[in-house]
Structure formats: C-alpha cells, structure tokens
C-alpha cells in the first residue's frame, strides 16, 4: 500500500498569512501514461464532509478560490493557501488514487492563531 | 446538482450486518464510477470499495481489510450504490461515505458497533 505522509498536524495561523501543508507519498502517483500525479486534496469544515480543493495535484476544482495552489510531482506535494481567511479553517487531507487501495494522509488542522 | 444521500446507519451489535444505501442523484450514474469511504471518530479517513460502471464490466476494488465482509453493490435504475457490511466489529465504527469518482461527497451516515 501507498503510505501518505502529510506535515504539519496541525497549524495556527493569522489571516492573511500564507500557509502550506506537505504530502509525501511512499511512491511515485505520477502516471507515465498520462504524465497526471494522481494526488488529490480535499477541505472538511467541521460537521461537513470533505470537499475537493485540488486533484491530478495541481487543478483547482471548479468554483475553489484562486489562494489554494496545489503543487508537486512524485512523490512530495504542496497545498498552498495564500492570504487565509477565517472560512479557511478547517481539516485538509490528501489523497493518492494513483493505486489500490486509494490512500489519505492523517490530516493537517488549521487552526486560528 | 449533484446529490448523494447515504442512509441505513445506526447502532449496531458486533458480529451483525447492516446494509447502507446511498442514493443518488444530478448525474448519469450508470457512468459513474462509485466509492465508500468512512471516517473514523479520530478523524481518519479510510477508502473502502470502488465499484466501475457498466461499460468496465462493473470492476470492483476493496481495501483488503474489509474484502469478504463488505459488499459494494449498484442499481443503475435507481441511481443507488450500496454497501453491505457483515460480520461488523467495534473497529467499523465510523462515519461512511459514498462518493462520485472521489469529486463530490454525500453528508454520510454514522455507524456505530457497540454491545
């Protein structure tokens, strides 16, 4: 199985501070095929479920703010949130679906400082 | 929209099944490929099962752990994927998901294993 390491658990910030979360995968999510890193990262707010911020490591979904930056290649990826808003607090998680079974790090809380 | 509904949780004996739905929704299902997830009351999040669509001969995927207790199932004319649990034990306990190709979430439904 793929192990995701993900870094910080958790993390105090200000707003409008620029925070990033880390994800190392135990191996490579990059597709020869297709040259996609099959990394996703997803944002649970408290008594909701997750919702996917960035997929194929780098590609906002549709309708997430233009402050969330996915990057990396391989097996070390980056969520970068550039100037944090109070709505930003939340749990975020990756996710490889390069191969079975499909694996998640532990998570990174956000926390206001 | 896309909209997923997953009911059929509850409180339940270990050694006992229970069967969750998870109704669907604003898509074309039958295209769709479909995954159980669940979360742990520690948080952790645990990918379970993946079901493929019709014209991917309906391949299905399972985290070993749970391969031979968990079913994951679909009724395209329903729009619905199911997942039957057997066997349960106090570790299942968790909040279960189902999502569409892992892009969209339903609000889950909370499963609880306890004597």
């Known amino acids: 199985d793929i192990v995701m390491t993900q870094s910080p658990f958790s993390l105090a910030v200000s707003e409008g501070e620029m925070v990033t979360i880390n994800c190392k995968s135990s191996?490579?999510?990059?597709?020869?095929?297709?040259?996609?890193?099959?990394l996703a990262w997803y944002q649970q707010k408290p008594g909701q479920s997750p919702k996917l911020l960035i997929y194929y490591a780098s590609t906002r979904q549709s309708g997430v703010p233009d402050r969330f930056i996915g990057s990396g290649s391989g097996t070390d990826f980056t969520l970068t949130i550039s100037d944090v808003q109070a709505e930003d607090l939340a749990d975020y998680y990756c996710l490889q679906h390069y191969s079975y079974p499909y694996t998640f790090g532990a998570g990174t809380k956000l926390e206001l400082k | 929209e896309v909209q997923l509904v997953e009911t059929g949780g509850g409180l339940v004996q270990p050694g006992n099944s229970l069967k969750l739905s998870c109704a669907t929704s604003g898509f074309t299902f039958s295209t769709a490929w479909m995954n159980w997830i669940r979360q742990t009351p520690g948080k952790r999040l645990e990918w379970l099962a993946q079901i493929e669509d019709k014209s991917n001969n309906y391949f299905i995927s399972y985290l070993e752990s749970v391969k031979g207790r968990f079913t994951i199932s679909r009724d395209d004319s329903k729009s619905s994927v199911y997942l039957q649990m057997n066997n349960l034990k106090e570790e299942d306990t968790a909040i279960y998901y189902c999502?569409?190709?892992?892009?969209?979430w339903g609000q889950g439904t909370l499963v609880t294993v306890s004597s």
């Open positions: 999502t569409l190709t892992l892009a969209y």
């Open positions: 191996q490579s999510l990059l597709s020869s095929g297709n040259q996609k890193n099959y």
